[in-house]
């Protein structure tokens, strides 16, 4: 039966769309509706649901018999962008994202412990109207990153267990953006190195719209920690989550957008007046040579975790629990992106390191029920020079809720709220000049972002 | 008895608490753009080339900025953005109208670039030569093809100053259209004065009401103040010099064919006394002469005048047949189309108060300001210093109040109009602007 459950579990979650930022950059942490209620803290004592492969290996060993758990968290993000200059907002249009889970352990012997897990650490959602200012920088972007992971738990003895999973990464990425004509170069006989803003395009004219999707990229990394148990009623947990590097092999594919502009007499295309300027546009050809349709291969690196937490269980029923988080978002300084036939793109990202903090209750407070209660806060990785449509992030305050019912002896349903309040941020909607790096003064409005996020996993063991 | 706290209520507290200790509220703001009053916070001026900036019939960075636009945003304190052009400008300002030489020499560009990088967004939509159609629609079939037509892509990117307002959602608005709707005839090469060139006055009123309803369909005004079509005609009787009444070029034949009579004594030892290359034609008498027709016949009797006296300089005695300003109908505005074009524009700006007083929005008619200029000496000249050695000659060859082509405000009086405008807006809205 696990065997084949599994099987059903992982073609179910794959054919699902994930994700949507929920922790710290495009980190996503709600692997686990048991945890999840307890504002993200697992490393220090993970839940009973499997959900340790993920949160800390180490906390699979011991377990006993087999446990089978599927879960999904859908994340509802929602939000804007205020224009300084004209105060109007622009709202996220962000669908109701599923972001799934599935774990299975079975306990070979009473030290060892096998297991495996499916997740998305890491996946990024977001899509604004067509026709937000920001659509020159991304409107429409999805990432994902599914992580595969076999498992193997094994208790020392009493005081420590320790565990490790290997990592088999499948990523995904679309990205969707609008072309400017007015960075395009300029026709004979302006001179060369002129371009069509400067003979009069405005600024942010779309002409052409840029889509590259990649799928199917493949990564490896790994998952070690370590749980230890100094006396009863206090556990102490470390966790290491491994960098991995996914380069995509994508399609970048270009189309024509309309401007909008219907050419008056005298324009410097030499078209008759009320030649629409998208006709010109496509007798240029540039949809047949440098935008035609070609290899566009981003590469993004899913970065390192480390998780250190401590769990104290003054009365048996109750525990109290804290976990400090760091993640290696320095290593997401550039997006790149390399074309067939277009000159390479870097984005400059430039993301700091993050911690976060989180602190967790468990109350088994009548019988078969459990509650749960939360709040972590974390820094934003994003720098105030790249806050931008792809991804508004910043400095969050989350709180959770959540609740525990065993349903029968083996079956346990778990249920679970957050709310993400995410700081105000100000951001930018365009891109620095070409060969300039991003600066505040880009900044040109007030990103907030906020989400709802809901989780529900149903656990059997066995 | 002493009551232990539960482990349990401490826990729920902690975790209460926390966030007070951890998030505070560390929102940051919107940058709101700011000004003396809200109303003024957006402000877009539409217009022609008056309120594009042009001077001494070219544009460049320097002159957008000397616009009355620009010093009225400055006393509103509101970010206001101009398509600014290069230097030498696009075309370069005439140095001297009479030489056509312009700024940067014949080295210059015809046309030099716009300023890179390009702005995000435009507050100055004045279109050089646009009629008060064109600033919601360059298609209609009315409109004569211009020299002009091309800023309306170098400048707004084949956009229509209401169309780019749109984007801007203006709180306030200066508009400043009409003189083109009668210049268009006035400056006609083919027929100066054509009535047919002449936007009606009622069509006038229709495509006026039609550009507002445009603007109100942004939706984002909160007031504004309308400026009246510039006086062709001064207090005075007079007109402005770029229009020299024939009367006046009758005159001046007079005192040219002295100066040439005396040349001639002087270079001939008096063996011939009189040398006539420019005859004004009786006809001349009640027209208005526009200054190229009267620069061009000037310009031959010159030209004549100088083949007499290089002709002396080889012995040879030759007298031509002097040249005529004819002042025919196409090339001189009639007395009826000059009255045409009065009427028209005083159509034009009782429809333009009209409408502002029907809006509770300010209305500035900038006649006053050309009366008293027209008192002043030296501001318009009653005919162009087409002598070299005037000293206005090349400076100020219309008058201080006018640049060197004659049409355009100068600097000076972009800056006395702008005080105008924001005396009307202060008068309206209660506010204390002083540019």
């Not at chain 1, 109350?363 to 508004?392: C, I, K, S």
């Not at chain 2, 594009?52 to 544009?59: E, M």
């Not at chain 2, 009367?247 to 011939?272: H, K, N, P, R």
Request: hydrophobic fraction near 40%; include cysteine; glycine fraction near 10%.
């Amino acid at each position: 039966m696990p065997r084949s459950l599994l099987g059903l579990a992982v073609l179910a979650v794959v054919g699902l769309v994930p994700a949507s930022a929920a922790a710290q950059g495009f980190q996503v942490n709600e692997h686990g509706t048991c945890v999840m209620g307890r504002a993200g803290v697992g490393t220090p004592k993970p839940c009973g649901d499997g959900s340790a492969v993920f949160y800390n290996p180490a906390g699979i060993a011991g377990m006993t018999g087999g446990t089978v758990s599927l879960g999904v968290t859908g994340i509802y993000a929602y939000g804007g962008f205020t224009d300084d200059y004209t105060g109007e907002t622009t709202d996220l249009e962000n669908p109701l994202v599923p972001v799934p889970h599935a774990y299975f352990t079975y306990g070979i012997t009473p030290k060892l412990t096998a297991g495996f897990g499916f997740f998305v650490p890491y996946g990024l959602g977001t899509k604004w109207p067509e026709t937000f200012e920001g659509r020159f920088n991304g409107y429409d972007n999805d990432l994902r990153s599914m992580y595969f992971q076999p498992t193997l738990g094994f208790k020392i003895n009493d005081v420590i267990s320790v565990g490790a999973g290997f990592d088999f990464v499948l990523g995904s990425v679309e990205l969707n953006q609008m072309l400017d004509l007015s960075e395009q170069p300029a026709p004979s006989p302006a001179p060369l190195g002129t371009s069509l803003g400067e003979v009069g395009i405005p600024f942010h004219t779309q002409f052409a719209n840029a889509q590259i999707t990649a799928s199917h990229a493949t990564g490896f990394g790994g998952n070690f920690g370590v749980l230890v148990t100094p006396t009863a009623g206090v556990s102490i947990g470390a966790r290491y989550l491994t960098r991995v590097k996914l380069d995509y092999s994508g399609d970048a594919v270009f189309t024509q957008a309309p401007t909008g502009i219907v050419l008056p007499p005298a324009n410097p295309f030499g078209a008759p007046a009320g030649t629409p300027l998208d006709t010109v546009i496509a007798q240029l050809g540039v949809f047949e040579t440098v935008l035609a349709d070609q290899g566009g291969d981003p590469s993004i690196t899913m970065p390192d975790q480390i998780s250190v937490g401590v769990a104290v269980s003054p009365v048996e029923s109750f525990t109290i629990m804290a976990e400090w988080q760091w993640v290696h978002w320095s290593l997401f300084d550039t997006l790149k992106l390399d074309f067939e036939i277009l000159p390479d793109k870097v984005i400059e990202e430039n993301y700091a390191n993050t911690n976060g903090f989180r602190f967790g209750l468990e109350w088994d407070a009548v019988r078969n029920m459990t509650f749960r209660g939360g709040y972590l806060y974390h820094q934003g990785a994003a720098p105030p020079e790249t806050v931008t449509p792809l991804l508004p992030e910043g400095t969050r305050s989350e709180f959770t809720g959540g609740l525990g019912i065993h349903l029968t002896d083996r079956l346990v349903a778990d249920l679970a709220y957050q709310y993400i309040r995410q700081n105000k941020r100000r951001g930018r909607v365009r891109e620095p000049l070409p060969g300039t790096s991003p600066t505040v003064e880009l900044n040109s409005g007030l990103y907030k972002f906020n989400a709802h996020l809901f989780g529900a996993t149903l656990r059997f063991h066995f | 008895m002493i009551r232990r706290t539960s482990p349990i209520r401490l826990g729920w507290a902690l975790v209460a608490v926390l966030p007070l200790v951890f998030a505070g509220c560390d929102d940051e703001t919107v940058n709101e753009p700011t000004a003396v009053a809200p109303l003024f916070v957006r402000y877009a001026s539409l217009g022609n080339s008056l309120t594009a900036g042009i001077q001494s019939g070219g544009i460049n960075d320097s002159t957008q900025l000397e616009a009355y636009p620009v010093l009225l945003a400055d006393a509103m304190a509101t970010d206001f953005t101009v398509p600014l052009l290069l230097s030498p400008g696009c075309p370069p300002p005439y140095v001297n109208i009479f030489t056509q030489e312009r700024l940067g020499g014949g080295a210059a560009p015809p046309c030099a670039l716009r300023e890179a990088p390009i702005p995000t967004r435009i507050n100055n939509l004045g279109i050089p030569g646009a009629e008060v159609v064109e600033l919601f629609n360059y298609f209609d079939p009315g409109l004569v093809p211009s020299e002009t037509d091309a800023f309306k892509t170098f400048l707004l990117g084949g956009l229509t100053p209401i169309q780019v307002a749109a984007a801007i959602k203006p709180t306030f608005v200066s508009i400043a259209i009409g003189s083109n709707d009668l210049l268009g005839a006035a400056l006609d090469e083919a027929n100066a004065g054509d009535p047919d060139r002449v936007t009606p006055p009622a069509t006038f009123a229709e495509r006026y009401d039609a550009m507002l309803d445009s603007l109100d369909a942004i939706g984002s005004l909160e007031g504004g103040v309308l400026i009246g079509v510039q006086p062709l005609q001064l207090s005075t009787g007079a007109s402005v010099p770029y229009f020299s009444p024939g009367a006046a070029w009758q005159q001046f034949e007079v005192a040219y064919d002295a100066q040439l009579d005396a040349a001639i004594t002087a270079a001939t030892g008096g063996q011939i006394t009189t040398l006539n290359t420019l005859d004004v034609a009786p006809a001349c008498t009640t027209v208005f002469v526009p200054f190229p027709v009267g620069g061009a016949a000037l310009g031959t009797a010159n030209a004549l005048a100088g083949m007499v006296f290089d002709s002396l300089a080889q012995g040879i005695v030759w007298i031509p047949t002097p040249f005529t300003l004819a002042c025919t109908d196409e090339t001189v505005i009639i007395a009826e189309e000059w009255v045409n074009l009065v009427t028209a524009a005083a159509a034009y700006n009782a429809h333009i108060q009209q409408v502002a007083n029907d809006r509770d929005w300010a209305y500035f008619d900038p006649a006053p300001l050309f009366t008293q200029l027209a008192g002043t000496p030296g501001a318009f000249r009653p005919f162009p210093a087409f002598d070299p050695t005037d000293p206005q000659h090349e400076t100020q060859p219309f008058g201080f109040a006018l640049s060197r082509d004659g049409i355009h405000w100068s600097t000076l009086l972009h800056e006395q109009i702008a005080a105008g405008i924001a005396d009307a807006i202060n008068d309206q809205y209660g506010t204390s602007l002083s540019p």
